[in-house]
């Protein structure tokens, strides 16, 4: 069965970096593309970021564009977001998701999610 | 890119059937999609392509979309069907996800 188990979670300063993981298994990574999605204390979803199975097309959402840098590693069925230069509204559960097949227009499978907490 | 406005909160006997609400401009030209999310869970999907259920999704749970608004009907509501739910469309012309502001269903 699809697993997603996300990693990296903890608390931050402001302005430093942090860098989630996501180990995928159960399904053949490589032909999936992949999301972040994060979900602040008590407030809705909000899509972080996507990148394709190979690798060569990511999109961001403009909350952390310039800032987030979305990666995957095929050998290793593993997803990554380097966060950098984080905020408080950073704050949130981040969860990762599979893309679709077909259209990829939405995410059928979720894992549990880390928290990250941006305090001084 | 897209705003998917739903409304905060719906209550619902136990038995009766719940609606909600999912509105964006011309919402009826997308594909829309939804998730629950139970208290202290992850999001699962619930319904896809609008009208789609995923293996395991009971019956009671349906979607429907057309001009500005799309909506997903809980029939036969249960305790267990209290949750948030999400729309949840992908925006073409950015290649942007686009999540809705969530209802938070109430069995009452």
């Known amino acids: 069965q699809v697993q997603l188990v996300e990693s990296g979670g903890g608390v931050v300063q402001p302005g430093r970096s942090l860098r989630l993981s996501c180990a995928a298994s159960g399904f053949t990574f490589s032909r999936y593309g992949m999301h972040w999605v994060r979900q602040a204390p008590g407030k809705g979803l909000e899509w972080v970021a996507v990148i394709l199975d190979v690798g060569s097309y990511k999109y961001y959402a403009d909350s952390v564009k310039g800032r987030f840098t979305i990666s995957r590693d095929n050998s290793k069925k593993t997803l990554n977001l380097q966060m950098n230069s984080l905020r408080a509204e950073d704050t949130a559960v981040y969860y990762c998701?599979?893309?679709?097949?077909?259209?990829?227009?939405?995410?059928?499978?979720w894992g549990q999610g880390t928290l990250v907490i941006v305090s001084s | 890119s897209s705003v998917l406005t739903q409304p905060p909160s719906v209550s619902v006997a136990p038995g009766k059937t719940a609606r909600i609400t999912c509105g964006g401009n011309n919402i009826g030209r997308k594909s829309v999609h939804w998730y629950q999310q139970r208290p202290g869970q992850a999001p699962v999907l619930v319904i896809y392509?609008?009208?789609a259920r995923p293996s395991g999704i009971p019956e009671r749970f349906s979607g429907s979309n057309s001009g500005n608004t799309a909506t997903l009907t809980i029939s036969r509501v249960e305790a267990g069907d209290e949750a948030d739910y999400y729309c949840q469309v992908w925006d073409s012309s950015s290649d942007h996800y686009v999540f809705g502001t969530g209802t938070k269903v109430t069995v009452i």
């Open positions: 392509y609008d009208s």
């Open positions: 998701a599979r893309i679709s097949e077909g259209s990829g227009s939405y995410l059928d499978y």
